[in-house]
C-alpha cells in the first residue's frame, strides 16, 4: 500500500513540474560563448537602403558571388544592402574619385 502512495507522490511532484524537456548531458557541448560578431557586420546591418531604387547590375568574379551568398546565408545581410554600403564607404574614404567626377563633369558642359 505505501508503495501504492510513494508512486502517486511522485505523479504529483512531476505533474506539478513545467514540463520542460531533459538537458542532455551526454551530448557534446560547445566550447565558450559564441564568437563575438565584427563591428563591421552591425553597421552593414544597420545601414538603411528603404530609399533607395535605381537599379545597378554589378557583375562578380565566380568566387566572389559564391562568398557574397556565404556571407548573405551566415549574417542574412543581402548582396544589394553589402554593395551599397561598400560603395557609399568608398566614396567617403576616398574623395579624390569625387573630384574627378567633377572635373569630367565640368569638362563635358564645355
Same mark, same amino acid.
Given at each position: ?19 520542460? !524537456? ?11 560563448? !559564441?564568437?563575438?560578431? !565584427? ?12 530609399g533607395h531604387k535605381t537599379l545597378v547590375h554589378a557583375r ?34 576616398? !574623395? ?15
Open positions: 500500500m505505501s508503495e501504492i502512495k510513494t508512486l502517486a507522490d511522485q505523479l504529483r511532484q512531476k505533474m506539478a513540474k513545467p514540463d520542460t !524537456p531533459e538537458k542532455n548531458l551526454s551530448g557534446k557541448k560547445k566550447a565558450g560563448n !559564441p564568437p563575438a560578431i !565584427p563591428e563591421i557586420i552591425d553597421l552593414i546591418r544597420a545601414y538603411d537602403i528603404t562578380f568574379e565566380g568566387q566572389m558571388a559564391q562568398t557574397l551568398q556565404h556571407l548573405k546565408m551566415a549574417t542574412g545581410i543581402e548582396v544589394t544592402r553589402l554593395i551599397c554600403f561598400a560603395v557609399k564607404r568608398l566614396f567617403e574614404q576616398h !574623395p579624390e574619385l569625387r573630384e574627378v567626377i567633377k572635373q569630367h563633369l565640368e569638362k563635358f558642359q564645355l
